[in-house]
């Protein structure tokens, strides 16, 4: 059994859930969409959740700042000032459309909540020997829903920001340059928002597992191992549009036709192959009338797989089963890829320290094995770790989700493993400043 570092009581953590809880709801009434969760990059509710987010940050002693492409962050420095590198915690405030009240959310404030028990005067005196800083991070477009491109915010901090962006538009056509300007942010500045190497230790993310496993387990936490390899694509099924009466079956060359066979081809083909999910989301059919054999179908395509190598055999596999269905309907079909990134695995060393807070947790926990191994799980949702991955060494922590449901209202987790996941994650904090090896890279 682990010994706990951290000295602080269960009634403190417990208070500390309670927190994370109530701010989820508060941040939940900050939506542009009466009777749904929606905040987008750089809206007026993105720019209100920060405000809050920066309230919260300095109420636990850190300085807070908005930093060139919008995200906030808050900051407590180490023995160095402000040269000393960072131990960055976080994840997002953006949501999907119609979203919970968890994803991305909760990781943010049981960060802030982890910076509160280390600096708490009654906590273990070995926190104030912390080796580096402690940041907050509260990345702001992690979902991509405004401008289709994910992990925008996350991007910009790790240097990865590519101008060609700047010409995305929203669904008003608004590009990414005009809100950039219009939330007050100088486009001409967002490289200042990137980090170097030698300023971070690592990046550690607490985050709702989106999935099932952890509940079908019967398991509150979890380590995760890696983060999905990733691929999307827009294709497009060419047939021939005529009357939906006068054309008999033998003269038809019916494009929706064509694309459920290929929306069918992805459930099998992936199905076959171990943790590789593909999914078909849109799905538009032209002309669109009732009384028309569909000419022309765009559909989208989402492949995700633990292993870079696996992800693309399935799609070589997929060509070539569209090659063979299209060819037999007198159809023709054509792939545009949109999206790529590869698996980003979790740094070993923040594996562990995941690991041991844990089992640190466990400690005096009669509801769980105490003897077990928690579990270790790939993620097949995308996270800002992803990005980050490019500058530094990332773990995550996953809670669990009742029902494994996401980007849902009813999406859920309780307060009691809420608790458990700042005990968890303040122990990691702690068990990574007790490891000599913690600045290697």
Same mark, same amino acid.
């Given at each position: 059994?682990?010994?706990?570092?951290?000295?602080?009581?269960?009634?403190?953590?417990?208070?500390?859930?309670?927190?994370?809880?109530?701010?989820?709801?508060?941040?939940?009434?900050?939506?542009?969409?009466?009777?749904?969760?929606?905040?987008?990059?750089?809206?007026?509710?993105?720019?209100?959740?920060?405000?809050?987010?920066?309230? $919260?940050?300095?109420?636990?002693?850190?300085?807070?700042?908005?930093?060139?492409?919008?995200?906030?962050?808050?900051?407590?420095?180490?023995?160095?000032?402000?040269?000393?590198?960072?131990?960055?915690?976080?994840?997002?405030?953006?949501?999907?459309?119609?979203?919970?009240?968890?994803?991305?959310?909760?990781?943010?404030?049981?960060?802030?909540?982890?910076?509160?028990?280390?600096?708490?005067?009654?906590?273990?005196?070995?926190?104030?020997?912390?080796?580096?800083?402690?940041?907050?991070?509260?990345?702001?477009?992690?979902?991509?829903?405004?401008?289709?491109?994910?992990?925008?915010?996350?991007? !910009?901090?790790?240097?990865? $920001?590519?101008?060609? $962006?700047?010409?995305?538009?929203?669904?008003?056509?608004?590009?990414?340059?005009?809100?950039?300007?219009?939330?007050?942010?100088?486009?001409?500045?967002?490289?200042?928002?990137?980090?170097?190497?030698?300023?971070?230790?690592?990046?550690?993310?607490?985050?709702?597992?989106?999935?099932?496993?952890?509940?079908?387990?019967?398991?509150?936490? !979890?380590?995760?191992?890696?983060?999905?390899?990733?691929?999307?694509?827009?294709?497009?099924?060419?047939?021939?549009?005529?009357?939906?009466?006068?054309?008999?079956?033998?003269?038809?060359?019916?494009?929706?036709?064509?694309?459920?066979?290929?929306?069918?081809?992805?459930?099998?083909?992936?199905? !076959?192959?171990?943790?590789?999910?593909?999914?078909?989301?849109?799905?538009?059919?032209?002309?669109?009338?009732?009384?028309?054999?569909?000419?022309?179908?765009?559909?989208?395509?989402?492949?995700?797989?633990?292993?870079?190598?696996?992800?693309?055999?399935?799609?070589?596999?997929?060509?070539?089963?569209?090659?063979?269905?299209?060819?037999?309907?007198?159809?023709?079909?054509?792939?545009?890829?949109?999206?790529?990134?590869?698996?980003?695995?979790?740094?070993?060393?923040?594996?562990?320290?995941?690991?041991?807070?844990?089992?640190?947790?466990?400690?005096?926990?009669?509801?769980?094995?105490?003897?077990?191994?928690?579990?270790?799980?790939?993620?097949?949702?995308?996270?800002?770790?992803?990005?980050?991955? !490019?500058?530094?060494?990332?773990?995550?922590?996953?809670?669990?989700?009742?029902?494994?449901?996401?980007?849902?209202?009813?999406?859920?987790?309780?307060?009691?493993?809420?608790?458990?996941?700042?005990?968890?994650?303040?122990?990691?904090?702690?068990?990574?400043?007790?490891?000599?090896?913690?600045?290697?890279?």
């Amino acid at each position: 059994m682990t010994t706990p570092l951290l000295a602080v009581d269960r009634d403190r953590i417990a208070a500390a859930a309670r927190r994370v809880m109530a701010r989820c709801e508060e941040l939940a009434r900050v939506t542009a969409t009466p009777g749904a969760i929606e905040r987008v990059y750089l809206s007026p509710e993105h720019a209100r959740v920060n405000r809050l987010a920066a309230e $919260w940050m300095r109420e636990v002693g850190m300085t807070a700042r908005q930093d060139a492409a919008g995200n906030q962050y808050g900051r407590i420095d180490g023995a160095r000032g402000a040269e000393t590198p960072a131990l960055m915690l976080g994840s997002h405030l953006d949501t999907v459309p119609d979203a919970g009240r968890f994803d991305g959310i909760v990781g943010v404030l049981m960060a802030l909540e982890v910076v509160r028990l280390l600096r708490s005067p009654d906590a273990d005196a070995r926190r104030v020997d912390l080796p580096f800083a402690l940041e907050v991070m509260a990345f702001s477009d992690e979902e991509g829903t405004r401008f289709g491109k994910a992990l925008l915010g996350s991007s !910009a901090v790790a240097g990865a $920001w590519d101008e060609s $962006w700047w010409t995305l538009t929203d669904a008003d056509g608004t590009t990414l340059r005009e809100a950039f300007l219009e939330f007050g942010l100088d486009p001409g500045r967002v490289g200042e928002a990137a980090r170097r190497p030698d300023e971070l230790v690592g990046y550690l993310e607490a985050h709702i597992e989106q999935g099932p496993e952890l509940d079908e387990r019967g398991e509150s936490l !979890a380590v995760v191992s890696s983060i999905a390899s990733a691929r999307r694509f827009q294709l497009v099924v060419e047939g021939e549009a005529r009357h939906a009466g006068g054309t008999p079956y033998d003269r038809r060359r019916d494009a929706l036709l064509g694309a459920s066979e290929a929306a069918l081809a992805v459930e099998r083909i992936c199905r !076959a192959e171990h943790h590789i999910i593909g999914t078909v989301g849109q799905l538009e059919t032209f002309p669109g009338a009732v009384n028309i054999v569909p000419g022309e179908v765009h559909m989208s395509l989402d492949l995700r797989g633990e292993f870079d190598d696996a992800r693309d055999r399935v799609w070589d596999a997929l060509a070539r089963d569209l090659d063979a269905s299209m060819g037999r309907r007198g159809l023709r079909w054509r792939a545009r890829e949109i999206h790529r990134a590869p698996a980003v695995f979790c740094r070993p060393l923040l594996q562990d320290v995941v690991r041991e807070g844990i089992l640190a947790t466990r400690a005096g926990d009669t509801r769980e094995d105490t003897t077990a191994d928690p579990a270790t799980l790939f993620s097949r949702a995308g996270h800002d770790a992803m990005a980050i991955g !490019a500058v530094t060494g990332v773990g995550m922590l996953f809670l669990r989700n009742p029902d494994g449901i996401s980007h849902h209202p009813d999406e859920a987790v309780s307060a009691g493993d809420v608790a458990r996941g700042i005990r968890a994650l303040a122990e990691a904090v702690l068990h990574l400043a007790h490891d000599p090896a913690h600045a290697q890279p």
